[in-house]
């Protein structure tokens, strides 16, 4: 059962999204608390899995990493077995930076991040089109990312 979030949580969380490298002082600060319960509150959310880890954001660009393809895959088989052998072997590509089983005209959609489209059309020849039950792909070239963020905006 999924433990219920008060609203002193949601505002943490919230503040971690947003600034995962604050101090603990200033997070108490932000949140209305002094500093020991803000931190035994943070570890607790921690401890019960609610935070899983702490991240940087890098900007693609800067990093020769700024071609997004949206990858569509249809798949010849779907049994248990089928799909999780598509789920491990896909894991292992970093370029492909989510994977989306879907309910809809094909079973996954890939978000591929590369340098640009000559390293794109040798991943997919080389390594998608490669993976596991793989029947059919479509690529979509992303023309800009209007809204991108991995946040969840919580509220108790």
Known sequence: MRRQLDSIDCRILNELQSHGRISIVDLAERVH????????????????????GYSANIDPGEVDMGHVMIVHVNLSKTSDSALEDFNR??????EVQSCM????????????RTRDINQFRQLLGERISQLPSVMQT?????????????MIELRP
Do not use: N, Q, W
Request: aromatic share 6%; hydrophobic share 40%.
């Open 33 to 52: 608390l002094t500093k020991t319960p803000c931190s035994e509150r943070v570890k607790r959310l921690e401890r019960d899995g609610i935070i899983s």
């Open 89 to 94: 072997a896909v894991r292992l590509i970093p």
């Open 101 to 112: 089983m879907i309910a809809g005209p094909f079973d996954y959609m890939l978000k591929v």
């Open 138 to 150: 479509h690529s979509y070239a992303v023309m800009e990312s209007v809204k991108e963020t991995g």
